[in-house]
């Protein structure tokens, strides 16, 4: 069946260095979409990509698509304490009919 | 605001009872799914229904069932709880996609800790 992995499964980074994580799908997908979820919360939804080679930008995170619609990856700049939490990829496949979720990264921001 | 209620944050029940745990939504949305999530596998689904009566097996369905009678209601059953079902539980909806494919943004509920001695 459909599987997602992400890495790196935790990154600790001092606060203002940048962070990345990378989403990767074992086929190609229909779309992708990131979640957010704090410490003790649930989670939130961040964005979708649905293009080959999209990329879209919130402020300090830069999403893309890639070309094949097989692989993600979410970039932070200047990471801030609030950016703290397991973000998680969740790709739905082909046909329409799979959604997975990632395993997530769980990211902790040192001040 | 997409609001999705569940019914309890904690629970501690014991092996062989039958749980029951709801979750409401309040925004009309045709699908609606239970994971759980477990620290190193994130969310596994347990099941969705796409319409009232109607339900799909997810990854992980043995040992639940599901009840949707009403558009807004989605039930986890634990027929005969198991010390291997402690985990956490997130409820979600979502409307029909509109990109293609069964499923739009999700929302999640605050989730419910089980625990079972």
């Known amino acids: 069946g459909q599987q997602v992995m992400q890495i790196p499964q935790y990154q600790h980074v001092q606060e203002g260095e940048d962070f990345t994580t990378y989403c990767n799908s074992s086929t190609t997908l229909s779309n992708i979409q990131w979640y957010k979820q704090r410490p003790g919360g649930h989670p939130v939804f961040l964005i979708q990509?649905?293009?080959?080679?999209e990329v879209k930008k919130q402020k300090r995170l830069t999403f893309q698509f890639g070309e094949a619609k097989k692989n993600s990856s979410l970039h932070i700049t200047a990471t801030q304490t609030t950016d703290v939490g397991t973000y998680f990829c969740?790709?739905?496949?082909?046909?329409?009919?799979?959604?997975?979720f990632g395993p997530g990264t769980r990211l902790s921001v040192l001040p | 605001d997409v609001k999705v209620t569940q019914s309890s944050r904690y629970l501690v029940k014991r092996t062989g009872e039958k749980v029951f745990l709801e979750c409401v939504q309040d925004m009309d949305h045709e699908n609606m799914f239970w994971y759980r999530q477990d620290p190193g596998l994130g969310l596994r689904l347990i099941y969705f229904s796409y319409d009232v009566k109607m339900k799909e097996k997810g990854d992980i369905p043995e040992g639940y069932s599901v009840s949707r009678e009403k558009k807004e209601r989605f039930s986890l059953i634990l027929e005969s709880a198991s010390t291997n079902q402690t985990s956490m539980y997130l409820c979600a909806s979502s409307s029909y996609g509109t990109s293609g494919g069964y499923t739009d943004t999700q929302y999640f509920g605050p989730g419910t800790r089980l625990t079972v001695l």
């Open positions: 969740a790709g739905l496949d082909n046909y329409g009919q799979n959604f997975v």
């Open positions: 990509l649905v293009k080959s080679g």
